[in-house]
């Protein structure tokens, strides 16, 4: 028996039989699930019963929301999929919203939602939604289990729905009597590991590979965006041999940063517009034309334009392309590099003039930052926060990233080392990912650091969670930019209707959160001077190696906003 499960009594059902919540647990197992992110109800108890023999930890927290978000996050971490288990009714569409996360940001996790009895289906039972038909829009499968003998069965089916094409999450509804009945083994169907999914590393048409890598050789000023997909993938080595082969400058969006290490000549990060407007050749890797690439409009019109995605459907999608490719992101690059190994000069040299103009704009760039960067103007600017938090990152520290505008801010600013150490919500722009992807990530990384930047506002929607890490002994370093306001949409709201009318519906109190943490039981930090950032930050790093969860609370100026946000880029 495993670990977990050693001062347990045995289970009750007579030899032979099985009940549908140990099935769950079972075909969870299977997946290779070691973790179910929950909050109880009567509906789903017997999961947990599952998990206590077949050894899953149970994360208990405290809104479904945080357990779907999780779920999603360590995903995210692990490369596997995630699993979250709420009750039916409020339990469920409190969950929506990290499923719904999810399926914007493609990744892989399973809802396991209680219903009523199927013997009172219809009959206005405790908690009873059509939760089913909810769920549909918002994931890749969703479905009711019928009977107990399929549960196991329609656990792997919903597994294996997630990675279809491009991943997402799936939803399985199961009925209390359905979960709680008892069946024969013999009669249950349960897939066994590893041998009901085939592999998705798909490489693109062969022929298109030919092509791109005779675009790519006889580029001049070419650029590539590698996207979140290029870590879904886990394809950072065939990113890198394909920008360092081909010397092609490399921009990162989403989980795509951290791919090149800081400082690494392919990576460039405040020049990509104009990349955009000279390039003759743009190749878009694992990322969609949506609202943060201006749907593709703001792509040079005279470039040839190549995307390669997961997803059949995005490729192409709100604007014309040259060339597609469809495909597992790390087979396909690898692929396009090895077809151009052959030819007698793959152009690199040529562009070396393409990338130092490039260089040297960076360099401006950063140089006329620098003030906002190192700013010592108490209320702090929010620019300082960030640089600050950048200074502060370790080879190994995962960031995230949940809030508006200081968070905004701090992509100017801040560059993990390393792939897999950014995380933010991804396109739906969901506040609350903080505290559940902290939880996540620790969880799949105990030996790394996990630093959050947090707005105030986005803080408040999932904060109680924090108690979850100080609970299971998850600590992370959360830092909140407070500018008591959601300051983002304040912005907006000042610009169109002018200062004496801009402050409504947006105005927050003025909370101290580190003393919030330690009411919770973590180590709590409050900073007004710009200069007392970073042994703040060293104080709570030496609480969280001893086990707390911390909170630094930094007090920013409410009347810088970020370039985007004056523009208001992300309504364009
Ligand atoms: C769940 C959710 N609700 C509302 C929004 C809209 N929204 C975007 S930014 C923002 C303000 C966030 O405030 P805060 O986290 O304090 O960051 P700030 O902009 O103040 O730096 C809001 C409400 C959202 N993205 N997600
Ligand atoms: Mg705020």
Known sequence: MAEAAKNVTEIKAPAGKISGGHLVAKALKNEGVDVIFTLCGGHIIDIYDGCLDEGIKIIDV?????????????????????????????????????????????????????????????????????HVDMMQPITKFAATVPSTARIADMVSMAFRECYNGAPGPSFLEIPRDVLDAEVDLDAARIPEAGRYRASTKLCADPDDVER???????????????GTQVWTCRAHEEAREFARTLNIPAYLNGAGRGTFAPGDPHH????????????????????????????????????????????????????????????DIGRVLGAVTQATTGRVDNGAKGRQAWLDELRAEEVVRTEKLMPEFTSNATPINPYRVAWEINEFLTEDTIYIGDGGDVV??????????????????????????????????????????????????????????????????????GIVGNNSAMNQIRCGQIIKYGESRGDVGNILGDVPYGKFA?????????????????PALERAREAVAGGKPALVNIWVDRDIWAPGTRNQTMYK
């Open 212 to 226: 791109l890598a005779d675009i790519l050789v006889n580029s001049e000023r070419p650029c590539v965006l590698f």
């Open 518 to 534: 330690e009411m919770l039981g973590g180590h709590g930090e409050d900073v007004r001077d710009p200069d007392q950032i970073r």
């Open 62 to 130: 405290r809104h479904e929301q945080v357990a779907a978000h999780a779920a999603d996050g360590y995903a995210r971490m692990t490369g596997k999929p995630g699993c979250a288990v709420v009750t039916a009714g409020p339990g469920t569409t409190d969950a929506m919203t990290g499923v719904a996360n999810a399926f914007r940001a493609e990744s892989p996790f399973l809802l396991i939602g209680g219903q009523g009895s199927l013997s009172q289906h219809k009959m206005g039972s405790l908690q009873d939604l059509p």
């Open 268 to 327: 460039f990060h405040r020049t990509r517009r104009m990349a955009f407007d000279k390039a003759d050749v743009i190749v878009i890797v694992g990322t969609p034309f949506d609202f943060r690439m201006a749907y593709g409009k703001r792509l040079s019109a005279d470039a040839t334009v190549v995307q390669i995605d997961m997803d059949y459907r995005t490729v192409g999608k709100n604007r014309d392309i040259s060339l597609g490719l469809v495909g």
């Open 408 to 477: 905004t801010i701090s992509a100017q600013a801040v560059q993990p080392h390393k792939p897999g150490h950014w995380m933010d919500p991804g396109p739906l722009g969901t506040l609350g990912v903080g505290v559940p992807f902290a939880m996540a990530a620790k969880l799949a990384h105990p030996d790394k650091e996990v630093l959050c930047y947090f707005g105030d506002g986005a803080f408040s929607l999932t904060g109680w969670d924090f108690e979850t890490c100080v609970r299971f002994g998850l600590p992370f370093l």
